[in-house]
């Protein structure tokens, strides 16, 4: 029993030397100055910028397209109200105005999309999807209590 572990351990010990060694023989090779890291830095950089730039135009295509089917509901809302009894008209109306408004603050939000930093995008994102989501949430809310 004592010479297996004897033995394993020989052999534990043995690849770790050889692990070590390796390394060592590999940072040896790699010599890093300091104007590659700084190269490096500055693409790590650029590739952050673009990426987050990307994130931003997809973001933005997308709360337009939303921006947009919201509006087509709010014209099916307007055709409504010529068509609907005093009671109705009124509160279509009252919904309508307060739908307007949350989508225009939503256009807001979604315009201070494109001027975002890239400090600053995940706040914008975050209050922009806030803003999506209360408009979403009205006109679902609108359509189902509307004849």
Known sequence: MKNRVGGLLAIVGTGLLMLFGA???GAADKQVSGGTVVKEAQEAA???KDY???????FQRKVQVELDEIQVHIAKLRGQVNHASTEA???IQKA??????KRDL???????????TASSWEQ???????AMDDLRDSVNRTLSHLP
């Not at 987050?52 to 997809?58: A, N």
């Not at 309508?96 to 408004?101: A, D, G, N, P, T």
């Open 23 to 25: 390394v060592a023989a």
């Open 46 to 48: 650029i590739a952050t």
């Open 52 to 58: 987050t730039i990307q994130q931003k135009d997809v």
């Open 89 to 91: 008209r009124t509160d």
């Open 96 to 101: 309508i105005v307060e739908l307007e408004k």
């Open 106 to 116: 939503a256009k807001k939000k979604a315009e201070d999309i494109h001027s975002a």
């Open 124 to 130: 914008v994102k975050s209050k922009t999807a806030a």
